[in-house]
Every structure is written in structure tokens, then in C-alpha cells.
């Protein structure tokens, strides 16, 4: 098969594309004809050696998480789709990478709606998992307030829109360029960084705070809402040692932990929730996709169409 590789750590050119051996899908998992593939903040953070899971990988490798595309395998003790079916899903923390390619192995997806594009369902599915446990997490809830710092960006994005379909208000944070971006996604926007306490005390009182950002602002973000009880990162690694509740995307196996694809394939359906795309890419170009991944401001999610 042909795929986007890299066989040393380092900047966007060590990415080419060309031939890989194909994956096959194990027990629970089912193997797709890809059609378009995510490019992720730890896609690009782990083929720049920046991730502790770099000395884990085995080089060459096939970057990318997310993919949707057609089944074509279908894996021992696997129930509900059958070859042909049209999906979108993510590969296995473990496998750390492998989407970015003609053939992926999902370790979990969800049936593709009709009218969700195959770029948006390449997108999605780790932002809408990691959005969905961090918002069970915090039990986000009809007339709950929540903060969300980094609300324009792959995670934050489709975290505003989850907690508002389940009847939250939202003031979400962004750069200057995406006060209007946030806004559309239905949430009260605001700046991100010093004196956000203030300017947030002065929109509304907030109940619960989702920092997605991992920007350091831990200790104002615990101020606003006055407890570290009421904070969940998703991208602060010392959130535990003040108090704040890290959420991590490696369940444990957990078969109930991943229920949010289907949620949102069904809003969008509604017309009530949208993969926000900043930029789609073809598959020859991963390198330039993963450039622009490493440069804010992001509106969204980054894409690699797959021919
Ligand atoms: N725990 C997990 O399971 C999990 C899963 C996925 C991702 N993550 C992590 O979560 C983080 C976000 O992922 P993502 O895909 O959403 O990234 P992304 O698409 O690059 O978005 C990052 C967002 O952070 C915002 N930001 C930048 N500087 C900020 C600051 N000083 N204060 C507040 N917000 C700031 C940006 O806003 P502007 O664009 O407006 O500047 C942008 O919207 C990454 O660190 C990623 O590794 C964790």
C-alpha cells in the first residue's frame, strides 16, 4: 500500500509518501479503505521526537490517528459492520500512529453519516472521544456554565458545541483572530491569557472549567471557579499535583468509554454539530499539512484527503 511515513525524527520533510506494508485487522478491530486522515497537534509533536511516545516507535512509521474510509477487513469478535460499510474512527492509542495511509486499522469507530464529508469524518474522532470523556468527567449537564480555555482548536471546538447539545452555556477562550470563530460555534467568546479571571467574572459566574489549551493557566482557570474540583485538563500534566483531574485518552479497555462518536454523528445529522475544518490537504502534501498544524491561529481540525 502507499502511506506518509517518516524514518527518522524531525522537521515536516522527513515526511514522504510511498510503499508500506499492509495492516491487517486483529480481534476487535476492522481494517479501512482510507479515504481521509486527521493530522493531530501529537502527530506532529511525536515525528518532531517532542513526544515521550517517540522511543516507543518503531521506525519507519506511518504517522496519524483518525481516519474514515470503507471497511474492507473485519476483525475476529467484531459485531455490527460488515464490509463495504462506510466509517470513521481511530486506531489504538498503543499503535500510536498508522492513519495516515491507503489501509488503517480502527481499534474504535462509528458509522459515517450520510451527509458528513469524508474529510470531516477523517477528522474527528479523537477530538470528539477526548471532548466527550472530559465533559462525562466533569458532569457537564443541562444549565451548567463552562469554561473552556482553547476553544478554537481541534479538542475545543467540538467541546463547545457537545456541552452546549447538552444544555450548558459555554464561554469558550481564543486568540484576538477567533473571538468571531467561537462565537459561531455557539459560545461566549473571550481572550485567553492574563487577567482572564476578570473578564470572565465579568461575562457570567461559571460552574465547571475544561482547560484544553495546556497553556499553564491552570492556577487562574482553579481561581475562577475557586476549587480545583470543578477544573479538567485534557493537556496539563501537573494538573494532578494542584488538585486538577488529568483526563488521558488510554481507557484501559474500558468497552463503555467510547460513546461519543455516535452522539455526535447523530447531532450532525440534527444539524447541530459540525467538524470545523481549518484546511484539508491532499495526501502528497503531509508534509505542508504538517507545518501548518504547528502554526496557530487553528479554527478547527487539519485533514489529509486520501485518493
Ligand atoms: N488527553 C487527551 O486524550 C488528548 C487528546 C487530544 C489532544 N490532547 C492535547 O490537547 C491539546 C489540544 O489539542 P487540539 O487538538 O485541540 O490542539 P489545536 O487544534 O492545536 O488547538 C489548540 C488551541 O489552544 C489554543 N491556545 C493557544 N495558546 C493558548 C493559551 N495561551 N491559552 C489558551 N488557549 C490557547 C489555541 O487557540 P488560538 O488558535 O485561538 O490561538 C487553539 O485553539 C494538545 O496539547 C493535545 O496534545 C490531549
Redesign the pocket.
Known amino acids: 500500500m502507499f502511506a506518509v511515513q517518516f524514518d527518522r525524527f524531525g522537521p515536516p520533510e522527513v515526511l514522504s509518501v510511498g510503499p508500506f506494508a499492509e495492516p491487517h485487522a486483529g480481534r476487535g478491530e476492522v481494517r479501512v479503505r482510507v479515504r481521509a486522515a486527521g493530522v ?3 502527530d506532529v ?1 511525536l515525528r518532531a521526537g517532542r513526544s515521550p511516545s517517540a522511543e516507543r516507535v518503531a521506525l519507519p512509521h506511518i504517522p496519524g490517528v483518525d481516519a474514515a474510509g470503507v471497511v474492507d477487513e473485519v476483525g475476529p469478535d467484531v459485531t455490527g459492520v460488515a464490509i463495504g460499510d462506510e466509517v470513521f474512527g481511530a486506531v489504538d492509542v498503543a499503535r500510536l500512529g498508522g492513519a495516515s495511509a491507503e489501509f488503517a486499522v480502527l481499534a474504535f469507530w462509528a458509522a459515517k453519516p450520510a451527509s458528513m464529508s469524508w474529510e470531516e469524518a477523517g477528522a474527528g474522532a ?2 470528539i ?2 471532548a466527550t ?2 465533559l462525562d468527567l466533569l458532569d457537564v449537564g443541562e444549565g451548567t456554565t463552562l469554561l473552556i ?10 467541546a463547545v458545541q457537545l456541552a452546549i447539545a447538552r444544555g450548558a452555556r459555554v464561554i469558550g ?6 473571538q468571531a ?2 462565537a459561531q460555534l455557539g459560545a461566549i467568546p473571550t481572550t ?2 492574563r487577567g ?1 479571571p476578570e473578564r470572565v467574572r465579568r461575562l457570567r459566574e461559571v460552574d465547571l472549567v475544561l ?7 491552570l492556577p487562574e482557570l482553579i481561581a475562577i471557579t475557586g476549587t480545583a474540583a470543578s477544573v479538567v ?3 496539563e500534566f501537573t494538573g494532578p499535583r494542584l488538585g486538577v483531574r ?5 481507557l484501559g479497555g474500558d468497552p463503555n468509554g467510547r460513546h461519543g462518536l455516535a452522539v455526535a454523528a447523530a447531532l450532525l445529522e440534527e444539524g447541530r454539530f459540525r467538524l470545523p475544518l ?1 484546511e484539508v490537504f491532499p495526501m502528497a502534501q503531509a508534509a505542508r499539512a504538517h507545518a501548518f ?1 504547528a502554526r ?7 485533514v489529509l484527503a486520501v485518493p
Request: proline share 5%; aromatic share 4%; net charge negative.
Open positions: 493531530s497537534p501529537v509533536a479523537t477530538s472521544e477526548t470523556r472530559a480555555d482553547g476553544a478554537a482548536g481541534g479538542v475545543g471546538s467540538v477562550t481564543g486568540s484576538p483572530e477567533n470563530f467561537i485567553y491569557g482572564l482547560d484544553v489549551a495546556g497553556a499553564g493557566s485538563t485534557i493537556a488529568l483526563s488521558l485518552g488510554d481549518q498544524a496557530g491561529p487553528r479554527q478547527g481540525k487539519i
